[in-house]
């Protein structure tokens, strides 16, 4: 029984394609003269299964809405050539609209909701402190001004105060900035965002619906995209082309009183190239860009990417690798900048902050693990370590963990490190016996690839905007050396979507890339979105229209010119198909074609619609622009002052 369920599952699943396939069949089979034994024609076979969907759907489409389409015409010439006893011809127009309507319904898939996704990153516990005393219950019924507990390695319930303790807190869910948020007493905290280490108590100032999580999950299904499938032109054109096809084929039966001229009229006038000329194109550009690691998630979209005349970009993780990097190492004393080096990346392999680990991993890549013994460790939350390498006392930490321990800062390095600050990277101070010896600098690195991008986007009349969580010098910097004058920094998930919202209302269309939980909400706002597939979360893709599986940015310009090419095609296909319906109905006319030859007319159209369209699966992009060896200036800098060991 479970067998007989699974095979009727499958069928229900295949339907229209097995009936395509024997709707072909029988097409064949009536060309070709075959039987079988049968007692009927096998293109009635093909009339049944591709022809009878057709008038039934125009039909009740004309009867419950008045609805004039492109079926109505083909209802008509199907049911006037089995009228006259030309069944081939009506089992050649089934099959070619039945092939029609499934290229275009593979090509357009099912919206996709990443909201389950987005719900899990909802905390459903809380540690509530009450009476003293600590408790863990749901996160629901937490209520304003609760004192709540948080512990390295948590996800803050609610947004609330820090009321004492010090941290570094992981916002990206929020704000996608890379680099982890010191946080003390005062300092706000949102829900879903992740305490890294140093346990801390908190005051919530909203609860359930209010918090920055449930916000988020809200602006995602707000903005649920009610883009409408393909209407094709054929479609738009229905009225007209019906009440066409009627008179032409009405006006030659009264003058010539041949009823086969005026069957062989509604014949041509079937647009089955006109069918295909869109379908198919789309089909062939989505093939063509999943070989360039893109997944084309609705079949519109390709058709809306080529009208974008704008293209927001989120910064982390998307033009940057987002993940810090060690881009300087300054000794400002006597020390060697190798073995300042040395003793911090040392220092560092005991703290889990992923500064910490920057420092470690940079090191290790160029002079590999060369430490030396850590005899002590102490971790300061939100400030940096303290250690003891070799009877030195060693303080790594920003600069309040430099004021806290009374090591001062001299105003040279002050204005040297304002540099660093400037070019968007984060410091990390080391001091020695109680004086400061140096600082290293880190900072998230741009792709190879990005500027390139930017360029060519440019050259493609589509303007970058680049959309960020970093704070404004940051975003300044990267959006100099990407070469993008429309910088927008500090923003929310709220923020990133009205800034698409707001481009909109202005006129253009946009189109947004973004890889992190906190692009959810743009990129389902925006005309189409597009989602890093490798680094990204499952949420940014869920969201997404296109999904770039490998995390090639490169390959965007290639997409957008693709999207550009496919509109040319269609525009090439439909206008051959429309000259060649005229020239066939003037045949039709004076009485040259006949229904079957009528039929095979569309059948050669058809074929030389999909045989160019066919051309868009090896067209390929070609950029004027070079990817650079990196675009890093930060990185360069560092490799020229540090790593020339």
């Not at 704000?175 to 982890?180: A, V």
């Not at 409408?228 to 010539?256: E, P, Q």
């Not at 989505?286 to 084309?296: D, P």
């Not at 927001?312 to 006597?334: H, I, N, R």
Request: aromatic content about 6%; proline content about 3%.
């Amino acid at each position: 029984m479970e067998r007989w369920s699974k095979i009727a599952e499958w069928f229900d699943l295949n339907r229209e394609k097995i009936t395509l396939v024997a709707g072909g069949i029988g097409v064949v089979f009536s060309l070709l003269g075959v039987r079988l034994g049968l007692p009927f024609d096998w293109a009635w076979f093909t009339i049944v299964l591709c022809g009878l969907p057709i008038v039934w759907g125009a039909a009740v489409a004309m009867y419950e809405e008045f609805d004039v389409k492109v079926d109505l015409l083909v209802s008509l010439a199907l049911i006037a050539a089995v009228a006259i006893g030309e069944v081939f011809a009506a089992a050649e127009i089934a099959f070619i609209m039945q092939l029609g309507a499934m290229l275009e319904e593979f090509t357009v898939s099912k919206a996709q909701a990443g909201i389950e996704r987005l719900v899990k990153l909802t905390p459903t516990t809380a540690r509530i402190v009450r009476n003293g005393k600590e408790e863990v219950l749901p996160a629901d019924i937490v209520m304003v001004g609760d004192v709540i507990r948080v512990l390295p390695g948590e996800v803050i319930p609610v947004d609330g105060t820090i009321l004492s303790g010090d941290t570094a807190i992981d916002q990206s869910v929020m704000t996608g900035e890379s680099m982890p948020v010191d946080k003390t007493t005062g300092d706000e905290v949102f829900s879903g965002t992740v305490n890294q280490f140093g346990a801390f108590d908190m005051t919530a100032t909203k609860e359930g619906e209010d918090s920055s999580i449930q916000r988020m999950i809200k602006l995602v299904k707000s903005t649920d995209p009610g883009n409408a499938k393909i209407v094709s032109l054929a479609d738009r054109w229905a009225t007209w082309i019906v009440v066409i096809a009627l008179l032409a084929a009405v006006g030659t039966y009264v003058v010539t009183g041949e009823i086969i001229r005026a069957v062989t009229i509604l014949v041509v006038f079937c647009p089955c190239a006109l069918v295909l000329a869109t379908p198919a194109a789309i089909m062939a550009a989505i093939s063509n860009a999943s070989q360039h690691g893109f997944l084309v998630r609705r079949g519109n979209i390709m058709e809306r990417l080529a009208k974008v005349d704008t293209m927001t970009f989120d910064k982390t993780g998307t033009l940057t690798y987002g993940t810090p990097e060690v881009t300087a190492v300054e000794s400002v004393g006597s020390m060697p900048t190798d073995e300042l080096y040395r003793l911090v990346a040392s220092v560092e392999t005991k703290s889990e902050h992923p500064l910490g680990k920057a420092i470690v991993n940079g090191f290790t890549s160029h002079h590999g693990e060369s430490f030396v013994s850590v005899d002590s460790f102490r971790m300061v939350p939100g400030k940096g370590l303290e250690a003891t390498v070799q009877d030195k006392a060693v303080l790594a930490g920003n600069e309040a963990m430099m004021t806290l321990s009374n090591i001062s800062i001299a105003d040279s390095v002050k204005e040297a490190v304002h540099e660093h600050l400037n070019r968007g990277a984060s410091i990390v101070y080391v001091a020695v016996d109680g004086v400061l010896a140096g600082y290293v600098a880190l900072a998230d690195r741009v792709r190879r690839e990005s500027r390139a991008v930017v360029e060519s986007l440019n050259d493609l009349d589509v303007m970058p905007v680049l959309l960020t969580g970093d704070h404004v010098a940051t975003a300044k910097t990267i959006g100099k050396r990407l070469n993008v004058s429309n910088v927008i920094a500090d923003c929310l998930p709220e923020d990133k979507m009205d800034t698409v919202a707001q481009l909109q209302q202005d006129g253009n269309i946009v189109a947004m890339v973004g890889d992190g939980v906190n692009d959810a909400p743009a990129l389902k706002k925006s005309d189409v979105g597009i989602a890093m597939g490798g680094v990204g979360s499952d949420i940014a893709v869920e969201a997404a229209d296109i999904v770039l599986v490998n995390d090639n940015v490169k390959e965007i310009p290639h997409l957008v010119a693709l999207s550009k090419r496919m509109m040319t095609t269609i525009k090439v296909n439909l206008s051959f198909s429309l000259i060649l319906n005229f020239v066939a109905i003037i045949l039709a006319m004076v009485g040259t074609l006949s229904p079957v030859w009528g039929a095979l007319v569309h059948n050669g159209g058809s074929l030389l619609v999909v045989a160019n369209s066919a051309l868009l699966l090896r067209w390929a992009y070609k950029s004027n622009h070079v990817v650079d060896d990196d675009h890093s200036v930060l990185v360069k800098a560092a490799r020229k002052g540090v790593f020339e060991a």
